[in-house]
């Protein structure tokens, strides 16, 4: 493991130096997980491939902000999912979902997705309405209370939980008829 953060480190030095080969190294390292977060949050590969391309531009030209070499994923993480809450903030139209909408919602957080493939919860993730999709994401994968994500998005806290509500409604619903149709 030691190795492994020496390579890092020292990849994370040689291209904070313009070197080339390193920062291939460190895109080879990291591209796709971030690639990963970027779909989840625009919810369409084309757009997902721009972010990360611009991502890395901004990474490797910033790269001598970061302050621990090891901390690079991290670091990369949080430019990764600003930038996406960046993109996202230029093209989404909020929905008000209101009390009425929700139907039943059970407040227990059942855990009931952890018998489905996550291949068919990733897919259907992406293709949820933006305004959800965004706030599930930061709020689930990225650990974002509702407060920082009313902050990031420019929404209101109340506007935050009720589309996450929204999207694990859509995700219930989407997914069953999904496991039904296949399964």
Known sequence: ????????????????????????WLYEQYSKAMFNICTRMTGNQSDAEDLLQDCFVIAFSNLHQLKVAEQFGGWLKRIVVNECIRFSKK??????????????????????????????????IKQLPDGC?????????????????????????????SQYQRARALLKQRIYKQVQIHG
């Open 1 to 24: 493991m030691e190795q492994v953060i020496d390579i890092q480190k020292a990849a994370v030095k040689k291209a904070c130096n313009g070197d080339a080969k390193a920062q291939a």
């Open 91 to 124: 093209n989404i139209r909020w929905e008000e979902w209101d009390a009425d909408q929700q139907g039943n919602l059970v407040n227990e957080e059942m855990e009931w997705w952890k018998t489905i493939d996550f291949k068919i919860i990733h897919t259907t």
């Open 133 to 161: 999709r965004q706030v599930f994401n930061l709020y689930v994968f990225e650990d974002y209370s509702h407060k920082q994500i009313a902050e990031s998005m420019g929404i209101s806290e109340s506007t935050s939980k």
